[in-house]
């Protein structure tokens, strides 16, 4: 599992469905829970960015 999941495919599936439903949430929810929904997958979306960029080879 550890080798699993720093793996680019997965961090890219991580951001772009955690970062789809956050934006969702809101407009199939209501209340708290759609605030509460939509910052849970919006920080694992930003953790997932974070990570993909972290990873960037540098330009020589």
Same mark, same amino acid.
């Given at each position: 599992?550890?080798?699993? %999941? *720093?793996?680019? =495919?997965? !961090?890219?599936? %991580?951001? !772009?469905?955690? !970062?789809?439903?956050?934006?969702?949430?809101?407009?199939? %929810?209501?209340?708290?829970?759609?605030?509460?929904?939509?910052?849970?997958?919006?920080?694992? =979306? !930003?953790?997932?960015?974070?990570? %993909?960029?972290?990873?960037? *080879?540098?330009?020589?």
């Amino acid at each position: 599992m550890k080798r699993f %999941l *720093p793996s680019r =495919a997965v !961090l890219w599936f %991580l951001f !772009l469905f955690n !970062l789809g439903v956050a934006v969702v949430a809101p407009l199939a %929810l209501d209340g708290a829970q759609a605030v509460m929904t939509a910052a849970g997958m919006g920080v694992v =979306a !930003l953790g997932a960015g974070v990570a %993909l960029l972290r990873d960037t *080879p540098e330009s020589a």
